[in-house]
C-alpha cells in the first residue's frame, strides 16, 4: 500500500500483482466495463486504481507497465468515455496528490 516502504513494492508488481490482475481480466470478459456496457461508479475507483498503478511504475526503475492488454484496453476506453475525457483534458484535473500527505507514495 502508499501507507508502507515503497521499496517492498517492486517485488508486490512482480509476484502478486500480475495473477491480482489476471482475475481481473477474468471478470471482465467481455465487458466493456464492470457491470456491463455502460460504466458506473465502480468503474471510477477501478480506473483510480489501475492509473495508480501505471504511475507507480513509470515512476520506478525497472517496472514496467503492469496492466495486462485487457486492462490497458479498460483504461483506453474509461478515459475515451467524453466527460472523463473533458476531465482529463481541463484545467481542474489534478495529476497529483494520489494520497494523503502521510503516505509515502503521493
Do not use: M
Request: with cysteine.
Amino acid at each position: 500500500s502508499c501507507y508502507r516502504d515503497p521499496s517492498a513494492l517492486p517485488g508486490y508488481f512482480s509476484d502478486k500483482l500480475p495473477a491480482i490482475l489476471n482475475q481481473w481480466v477474468a471478470f471482465l470478459g467481455d465487458l466493456d466495463f464492470l457491470a456491463g456496457a455502460s460504466p458506473t461508479i465502480a468503474d471510477c475507483k477501478f480506473y483510480e486504481i489501475l492509473r495508480k498503478l501505471r504511475l507507480y511504475a513509470a515512476e520506478s526503475p525497472g517496472l514496467a507497465d503492469p496492466l495486462p492488454p485487457a486492462l490497458a484496453s479498460y483504461v483506453a476506453r474509461f478515459e475515451a468515455l467524453p466527460p472523463i475525457a473533458a476531465y482529463l483534458a481541463s484545467p481542474a484535473f489534478l495529476a497529483r496528490p494520489l494520497n494523503n500527505p502521510h503516505a509515502k507514495f503521493r
